[in-house]
């Protein structure tokens, strides 16, 4: 057979070099790609981390929070941010810390609220796009430290127990100049020894033009909280919300009947003697309802203006005009209306159709709205009879008929 000609010799020879351009050319598409792949974690790490870091400790608290963080970098070392930038960061930080479950609590406190899928709870689901803004990663949390800072609250929601004050607060918080304390910090009934320092080293941190606020129920019927909150600030904004005693005291039993069910019965907790109707009023359940009583305790210390009656009632059935009073009280601008709400057959309660930062509807918990025990109607007339005149009276002090005896 005759030897390949010079062309074919070229051929032959050509493939080796074409494989290996061919491989070359491989390697640097992969080298391009993977630079372009790191510079754009690199671009979204930098978004992420748009200002100061303050590194939590192991139990995930927020920064600021007691023993919550360690600043990473001295004052000197922080990057000079534009003002916009810098409330728009403080404001997603807000948003995720809304988003977050509630603390457990050691104290009876219970969770109040749920998160729930669109169009699963009885009525229309949510109120359109879910949000943009991403939300902060759980082990580490941005702050912007020149940006905000903690205040003793404004207003404080003093009661009452089992009226609606978690509703409240909770609608409350959708509102973008209202910063609040999740859980109930009984500072002025429980920790007051504890100082002013660390009762504000529980608060939030707030921008100019934001009030900060929190609720605990049982200062209402505490003696000692309106001199308290009287030394803390004369100015201070309190709102209570009320509820038909008896049925809010039916519901203080059902709450306590749902931890403990060996407890005696309603009836023969109601009455000292059932023959003579004798109502027992140092009984929790019926002592907290005597509103006119203990409402004399904080009008000694602040005038009946610095104060707001909230209907338990017309929380349920009108929540946007009930918070409308609430923000003018406030001095805030009407930014909670209807199109906030929607009412859920299935628990009885309104809902909020999407809470701030989040694109769920967000309703009482499990624990709300439990089924009340039946009643026996004699010892229900009875109780009627007991509040009464208290209700009257009541009405007389706050300028208010709330129709409880109607």
Known sequence: MAPPGPAGALSTSAEPLSRSIFRKFLLMLCSLLTSLYVFYCLAERCQTLSGPVVGLSGGGEEAGAPGGGVLAGGPREL???????????????????????????????EAAWEEESPGLAGGPGGSGAGSTVAEAPPGTLALLLDEGSKQLPQAIIIGVKKGGTRALLEFLRVHPDVRAVGAEPHFFDRSYDKGLAWYRDLMPRTLDGQITMEKTPSYFVTREAPARISAMSKDTKLIVVVRDPVTRAISDYTQTLSKRPDIPTFESLTFKNRTTGLIDTSWSAIQIGIYAKHLEHWLRHFPIRQMLFVSGERLISDPAGELGRVQDFLGLKRIITDKHFYFNKTKGFPCLKKAEGSSRPHCLGKTKGRTHPEIDREVVRRLREFYRPFNLKFYQMTGHDFGWDG
Not at 92 to 100: G, K, M, T
């Open 79 to 109: 990057a000079v941010w534009p003002a916009a930038a810098q409330r728009k960061r403080l404001l997603q930080l807000q948003q995720w810390r809304r988003r977050r479950p509630p603390a457990p609590r050691d104290d009876g406190e």
